[in-house]
């Protein structure tokens, strides 16, 4: 069976008729239905564009506009279903790159909080080596109770009132 574009090309010469006076009568470019005529389905619009252009191709010609569908799916069935897949394979990419990014930021945050809670310890150890080697260890760890006072003192005399 031949394809649709050739069906149509050989009706639509048969009749008498330019791509032109077509695409008038049709009000599709004429460089679609030339596509069409050629089979080259990559210059189509998305299949659902396409199949209305044969839809108003064949009621243009006078010709059953089902088993036009019909012609055209046969033809260009392969093409589509590859551009189908190739659709599938780019939005399952872009998922996997967004669930990429959305790991990576989990892991610099996770890294961020660990960073943060190992400061602690790293400065009681610096302080720790500090004291061991010191004559009084009071020195690098003070009493806290004793400093808030202390300071909470120096801002009373200071003329600084705290607001609760």
């Known amino acids: 069976m031949e394809s649709v574009g050739e069906f149509f090309r050989q009706v639509r010469e048969t009749k008498g008729l330019t791509l032109d006076e077509v695409a008038s009568k049709t009000r599709i ?22 199949k209305g252009f044969v839809r108003s191709y064949a009621r243009s010609l006078g010709l059953d506009e089902e088993d036009a569908i019909r012609r055209f799916t046969e033809s260009a069935g392969a093409f589509y279903n590859k551009q189908d897949e190739l659709e599938k394979h780019r939005q399952e990419q872009a998922e996997n790159e967004r669930r990429k990014r959305a790991n990576r930021k989990v892991v610099i945050a996770a890294v961020g909080v660990a960073l ?11 302080f720790g080596l500090l004291a061991l080697g010191s004559e009084d260890p009071k020195r690098f760890f003070p009493d806290m109770g004793t400093l808030y006072l202390r300071r909470i003192g120096e801002l009373c005399a200071a003329g600084v009132t705290a607001r609760l």
């Not at 470019?29 to 396409?50: I, M, S, T, W, Y």
């Not at 943060?116 to 610096?126: I, Y």
């Open 29 to 50: 470019h004429p460089d679609f239905l030339k596509a069409l005529e050629d089979g080259n389905f990559a210059k189509l619009p998305d299949q659902v564009f396409a």
């Open 116 to 126: 943060l809670a190992l400061v602690p310890l790293g400065q009681t150890a610096v």
